[in-house]
Every structure is written in C-alpha cells, then in structure tokens.
C-alpha cells in the first residue's frame, strides 16, 4: 500500500469515526470534532518519519473514546508502507 492510498483510507474512516461519535456522545460533539480533527491533519501531511506521531496520537485518542482503537493500522499495513 502507498501512502496515498493509506492516508486517503484513513481520513475517509475518520470522517465516518466521527459522524458515528457524534450520534453516539452529542454531549462531547467539540472533543469528537477537536480529536478527529487533529488526525486528520496528522494523516493528510503524513509521511514516512512521521507514521510514529501518527500512531502515537491515535493511540492517546484511543484513551478517550475507546472507538479509535479500531482505526489502529495492523503490523502487516505498516510493513505494507515501507515495502519498495
């Protein structure tokens, strides 16, 4: 998988993520909106070096709602990024 096509997928989850969040907890609709939006941008500029920050900030959006979690890419997809 490129890049692309990675950071292309996982804005498209996210949007969906957040709709889904956004039913789910109206109470919190500005933390959802803030969240979503900073892994938005963390993918849009994603590169290479930065896949790290990426994953990392996923996972500290993991421990507010539980529901990021399933966004995790797999060990495989990860390999899949840095295959030539």
């Known amino acids: 998988m490129k890049f692309a096509k990675f950071k292309t997928k996982y804005i498209a989850l996210l949007n969906e993520l957040k709709r889904e969040l956004m039913q789910k907890y109206p109470d919190k609709a500005d933390r959802v909106e ?3 939006d900073i892994l938005v941008h963390k993918a849009y500029t994603l590169k290479s070096h930065s896949l790290v920050d990426f994953i990392h900030t996923l996972h500290l959006a993991c421990r507010e709602f539980e529901e990021f979690c399933k966004l995790m ?11 030539k």
């Not at 890419?73 to 295959?83: C, Q, R, V």
């Open 34 to 36: 803030y969240v979503t």
């Open 73 to 83: 890419p797999s060990p495989k997809e990860i390999d899949e990024l840095f295959e």
